[in-house]
């Protein structure tokens, strides 16, 4: 099995800046993409960010593009999201995700590509 916690939420005002981490273990963390999602209260959850399994590819939600970036450290066996200029609409609880392809050739965007999901972790932007 393949266990997948998330750090690195909290309360920020807008215009702040939040890292959030993802420590993966249970299986070959390198050979897999993984993707960062997250849902708002009343929202269907909804794709942020995603990396290709090598780091080589990256691709953004249009709501973050420019704000924030995805990162992976494949010897920490950690995915990251850095996100800055933050904004009260992207409060909400955010789930790291790995995808159920081994060296996938895309990053994908579907919540139904990934197999293993974190607890979830809160992030509140105040205006």
Avoid: H
Avoid at 24 to 46: D, H
Avoid at 54 to 64: C, E, L, M, Q
């Amino acid at each position: 099995q393949v266990q997948l916690v998330e750090s690195g939420g909290g309360l920020v005002q807008a215009g702040g800046s939040l890292r959030l981490s993802c420590a993966a273990s249970g299986r070959t963390f390198s050979r897999y993409g993984m993707g960062w999602f997250r849902q708002a209260p009343g929202k269907e959850r909804e794709f942020v960010a995603g990396i290709k399994w090598s780091g080589a590819s990256t691709y953004y939600a249009d709501s973050v593009k420019g704000r924030f970036t995805i990162s992976r450290d494949n010897a920490k066996n950690t995915v990251y999201l850095q996100m800055t200029s933050l904004k009260p609409e992207d409060t909400a609880v955010y789930y790291c995700a790995a995808d159920s392809t081994i060296y996938g050739s895309i990053v994908y965007l579907s919540q139904y590509e990934y197999e293993y999901w974190g607890q979830g972790t809160q992030v509140t932007v105040t205006s």
